[in-house]
């Protein structure tokens, strides 16, 4: 009894220190990208899926500690409970798959990382989305001040139109 008791308790703990997917909800980022402008990272996974459940466990809490969500707007869709929105997002290709949707004066620009990766790949690629994002800002602040004025009007789903600009496959 008292063993099935701490068992318990230490479920409950588990779950409510660990960053959940609940808290990275694809609505709650689409919302914060949309106010902000930073790009969008969505980790699409599965339960049932070793090299998924790995990068949600090792990976993306090293990502969290760096700081690098922070710049990012975050979200994790699992596919076995959005099937529709997941297959929008990867295309109904493999998973684990990292989207990062980066918008700019043309649309959305989308790049994807698929399959599992170690930190240091992952970090990478976010790094280099934000680095193409900043140049990209600040070619439209040189550009026009009529650019500035102009704002995003999707609010809802997938991004509008994401265009397909690099990908990167695991070994």
Known sequence: MMLSLCATIMQ???LVSAPDAAD???TEAHRLTTE???PLVVMVGTDWCGPCQAMKRNILPRLRERGLFKRVAFAQVNADRDSELAKEITGGGP???LVMYRKTEKGWLRRKL???QNTETV???IQEGLVL???EQKAGKDNSEEDSNTSASSTAGVPDEPV???DMQSG
């Open 123 to 125: 970090e990478r690629f």
């Open 12 to 14: 409950a703990v588990l």
């Open 95 to 97: 998973v684990p798959q």
């Open 133 to 135: 994002d900043d140049a």
């Open 164 to 166: 397909r600009t690099s």
């Open 24 to 26: 990275e909800t694809y």
């Open 114 to 116: 698929v399959g599992g």
């Open 36 to 38: 902000t402008g930073r």
